[in-house]
Nanobody
Framework: QVQLVESGGGLVQAGGSLRLSCAAS????????LGWFRQAPGKEREFVAA????????LYAASVKGRFTISRDNAKNTVYLQMNGLKPEDTAVYYC?????????????????WGQGTQVTVSS
């Protein structure tokens, strides 16, 4: 079983940066593929980024590619999302997710565990 706790959200001006963290419990963290998703008010949850168990493979949504970077530190059981060049349309609750498979996917239904989310608000 894996429990995920996100942190690092907040209010930032357009063009600014934030780094989200997701701390995971569980001894098999390094065997999990991880992802970040987000959900804006009135919209469906959407994929943001994913990373393989080793960190060797990553996948990004077109809307964030080149601005966001996903990374992981298996020694610290933590996955990160560095967000640069933030835009008002990035405003959402951001969720960390884990899947008991090592690859990358943008399909939310492929993830087994979810965090509670952290709010990111970007003002114009």
């Amino acid at each position: 079983q894996v429990q995920l706790v996100e942190s690092g959200g907040g209010l930032v001006q357009a063009g600014g940066s934030l780094r989200l963290s997701c701390a995971a419990s569980g001894r098999t963290f390094s065997m999990y593929g991880l992802g970040w998703f987000r959900q804006a008010p009135g919209k469906e949850r959407e994929f943001v980024a994913a990373i393989s168990w080793s960190g060797g493979r990553t996948l990004y949504a077109a809307s964030v590619k080149g601005r966001f970077t996903i990374s992981r530190d298996n020694a610290k059981n933590t996955v990160y999302l560095q967000m640069n060049g933030l835009k008002p349309e990035d405003t959402a609750v951001y969720y960390c997710a884990a899947r008991a498979r090592t690859g990358v996917t943008d399909v939310g239904g492929e993830y087994d565990h979810w965090g509670q989310g952290t709010q990111v608000t970007v003002s114009s």
